[in-house]
């Protein structure tokens, strides 16, 4: 019996990290929304459906010590792969299952008890109909009432140019038997000569130009996982609204933040035509059609409490910001998922400026002189949008326990993988309760300063340089400037000065203030 359904098992997901599944980000989802969301101080339980490598559920345990987690994934290789992890960074609010999805939603699998949170990322567009089903039938079950559920999926109409070029890939593999990687790449070939034939499915497709020069040079990992799935459908918001409702899930907003603030991008026009449509579903479906959404990222509550406007202002305010760029790099015309956004600089810029000192609540950022008398709603969206930019990350400020040492065990371990590879590509921090992006040479200077504690205060640059240098040649991994690989070792030496310098300049104050060193 083929225990996949249809999913592409043989070869593993990619190792990512995930903000939305954050308990912090999908309660901030939730307040800006007007919708009570869960307390984090008195203890939370989590259950991620399909985890994957587990990298998402692990950093949210070190981070949380006070929550319990638990995962579920069907692939074996990534219920062990995860468990590694967990187990090397000696984690114990965490717990993994081998059990599908069916087992899960009618009580085969351990004795559950019910989760404040239940999240599924690239799930649900990619497995059957009759999974779909068990998905919401463990919802059911298992979710708490006022629990918060996370769903992202392909969505439509954003697909609907790309749908034969998926169907094409699957049926080409079928008639190839191959591991799925060597399958992919093979369609992808095929393609690309369909589309040199002159195909009138490409020509009279544009959009499929960019598509296709994404899949040459995308992971093939995550490829297989986006595309080779014989039941791979793309959905309409509505109709996940209407799969959610019998686990009596209310739809409280988009974990793309930007999608919050409407005037962002729905012109007067849009809204006149929204206006003549009072069915809540079918009206976000419609932002979707004025935006062409390829992925939603859906957060659903169940039994959702509308929050009066005083709750929302004093919630807001308990959630802090940090900052993950240097101040030079924020930009105040944002390109956003809804399109360019224009800030008004002088109210974001003087929010930068503090958060380049510290990280800080949105009460303490609302009492800048600079802001005026701006409430909590306003800090709320700048903060929403910074975040959305990629330039601050959210998190709520309470007493959620101390996570410094289960951080840095996991960021050393992270380290310490960089010398076989580059599949971790996050740092934890214990202020922000989140992930960081870390290039891979970070990843080596954290390596060697977690071994040297003193270098991150007083470097010596010269000796940085050769361990670096020293890790780089054991990995086997070689860097690149502007697309050529430098091999040359003093060539090397010289490229690791440049990026050694400006990361002690700019990257390491933003380490500092979030305590990842």
Request: hydrophobic share 45%; with cysteine; aromatic share 12%.
């Amino acid at each position: 019996m083929d225990w996949t359904s249809g999913y592409a098992s043989d070869i593993e997901y990619v190792n990512g990290y995930y903000r939305e599944q954050n308990p912090s980000f999908l309660n901030f989802v939730c307040v800006l929304n007007g919708i009570e969301p869960v307390r984090l101080d008195q203890g939370f339980s989590y259950f991620e459906l399909g985890f994957g490598r587990g990298f998402t559920l692990n950093m949210l345990a070190a981070c949380y010590p006070q929550a319990q987690f638990y995962g579920a994934d069907f692939n074996p290789a990534h219920v062990v792969g995860a468990q590694e992890l967990s187990r090397s960074v000696g984690l114990d609010n965490i717990q993994f299952l081998e059990n599908s999805f069916e087992e899960l939603a009618t009580g085969q699998g351990p004795e559950l008890q019910q989760f404040d949170f239940i999240a599924l990322h690239g799930i649900y567009t990619w497995v059957t109909a009759l999974n779909r089903q068990h998905i919401v039938n463990f919802i059911a079950r298992y979710l708490k009432p006022g629990g918060i559920v996370y769903v992202s999926y392909n969505a439509m109409p954003g697909w609907a140019s790309a749908l034969p070029l998926q169907r094409l890939f699957v049926e080409h593999a079928d008639l190839h038997p191959a591991r799925s990687d060597l399958q992919m790449n093979a369609a992808i070939t095929f393609a690309s000569q369909l589309k040199d034939a002159n195909a009138a499915y490409f020509l009279q497709n544009g959009v499929l130009e960019a598509r296709m020069a994404g899949v040459k040079t995308a992971n093939v990992h995550y490829l297989v996982h986006e595309y080779m799935h014989k039941h791979w459908q793309p959905l309409y918001h509505a109709d996940v609204a209407r799969d959610m409702a019998p686990a009596k899930l209310n739809f409280a907003g988009s974990a793309e933040l930007s999608m919050t603030y409407e005037n962002l991008y729905l012109t007067p026009e849009r809204k006149e035509a929204l206006a003549q449509i009072s069915d809540l579903s079918f009206r976000e479906t419609l932002k979707d059609f004025c935006l062409n959404t390829a992925f939603r990222k859906d957060v659903y509550v169940r039994g959702a409490r509308t929050l009066p406007a005083s709750r929302r202002e004093e919630l807001l305010r308990e959630f802090s910001l940090g900052l993950l760029v240097p101040r030079a790099e924020v930009k105040y015309e944002m390109k956003l998922l809804v399109g360019e956004v224009s800030t008004t600089e002088a109210l974001y810029a003087p929010v930068v400026a503090a958060l380049e000192r510290q990280a800080s609540s949105l009460a303490e950022l609302g009492q800048l002189p600079e802001l005026g008398a701006i409430n909590g709603s306003g800090m709320g969206q700048i903060a929403a949008l910074l975040t959305a930019a990629n330039y601050t990350e959210i998190c709520w400020r309470g007493e959620l326990g101390d996570n410094r040492r289960a951080v840095e065990k996991l960021n050393q371990f992270v380290a310490q993988q960089t010398r076989f590879g580059d599949e971790f590509q996050n740092l934890a921090s214990p202020v922000l309760r989140s992930a960081v992006s870390a290039s891979f040479v970070e990843r080596l200077l954290y390596k060697v300063m977690s071994e040297n504690k003193r270098e991150a205060f007083e470097p010596d640059f010269t000796r940085l340089i050769a361990q670096t240098q020293a890790v780089l040649l054991e990995s086997g991994r070689v860097l690149l400037h502007e697309g050529a690989a430098i091999t040359d070792p003093e060539d090397v030496r010289k490229e690791l000065e440049i990026q050694v310098g400006a990361f002690f300049e700019k990257k390491l104050p933003i380490w500092r203030q979030l305590g990842i060193v």
